[in-house]
């Protein structure tokens, strides 16, 4: 197959052990940007992602946000859907008493309740610098700008991120995505969106030539698993959750000995 639509996963997929677009990478990319459309599909913000886009001189293509809870091209909005204002005053609430940190992301903006180790550990991983103020006071300005969250960020101690999971499972399954990406990180999303549904707003919008069979796409995690089912071929990393590995089309290297690249370099011609 000749594939048109390459769409991956950064965190654990497309970066190495200290969190860089390796070389190999990069210049795969670069063989392919011409005949192939290269989009990053992240749980990340787009500020978090457009330095990587420049390192691969993408810049010019698509990007799928939060999961697909924000796509856009050229900057242009695609499709957003933000998680209600309401129920992220509920999820900060099951965070009180408690050591877990809370982010709050809509679109560029990402709000922390202080500066912290998990502030400061997003910052270095990401490279974007967060906006430090109290949860009440951004819950407060989004009611009044009628805004929601595209991503609610949990992060703190294993124990405590368990009980968390366990009360939004019990509470709202249904109202939202909630999955955990470490053991210490917790993800929340609009029940409503996911990287598959983000794709398709590509094939219907800026690719309506293209159909699934000709995107490819590579991931590790379980936000990740909508998307690899239902592309033409669906790439696993080697350090993939094993839920990911056995409904995988395809697996290769792990993320630390650019498995991306190499798999690539086989398929993409």
């Not at 990340?44 to 420049?54: E, G, I, N, V």
């Not at 709000?111 to 270095?124: G, I, K, L």
Request: glycine residues 4%; charged residues 25%.
């Amino acid at each position: 197959m000749n594939y048109k639509l390459l769409c991956s996963d950064i965190d654990g997929t497309l970066l190495n052990k200290d969190r860089l677009l390796s070389s190999a990478t990069i210049d795969q990319f670069n063989r392919v940007k011409e005949s192939c459309h290269c989009v990053l599909a992240s749980s990340r913000m787009p500020d978090a992602m457009r330095h990587l886009q420049k390192d691969l001189s993408i810049e010019k293509s698509p990007l799928i946000a939060y999961n697909g809870g924000l796509v856009l091209a050229d900057d242009r909005v695609l499709t957003s859907m933000e998680i209600p204002n309401t129920l992220v005053n509920q999820i900060a609430k099951f965070a009180i008493g408690t050591e877990v940190h809370v982010s709050i992301y809509n679109a560029d903006d990402w709000y922390v309740p202080q500066w912290d180790y998990w502030a400061e550990r997003e910052t270095n991983n990401t490279k974007v610098n967060p906006m430090v103020r109290n949860i009440q006071e951004t819950l407060s300005e989004f009611k009044l700008t009628n805004r929601g969250a595209h991503k609610v960020m949990c992060m703190g101690p294993a124990e405590e991120i368990a009980k968390i999971y366990k009360a939004l499972m019990d509470h709202y399954e249904y109202d939202l995505h909630i999955y955990k990406s470490k053991d210490t990180y917790l993800e929340i999303a609009n029940k409503k969106i996911s990287k598959k549904s983000a794709i398709q707003t590509l094939l219907d919008i800026e690719f309506p030539e293209l159909d699934w069979k000709q995107v490819i796409a590579f991931g590790d995690n379980y936000n990740d698993m909508e998307m690899l089912d239902a592309v033409g071929m669906g790439v696993a990393v080697g350090n993939a959750k094993p839920e990911v590995l056995a409904m995988a089309d395809y697996i290769t290297k792990t993320n630390t000995e650019d498995g991306v690249a190499i798999a690539m370099k086989t398929i993409v011609k």
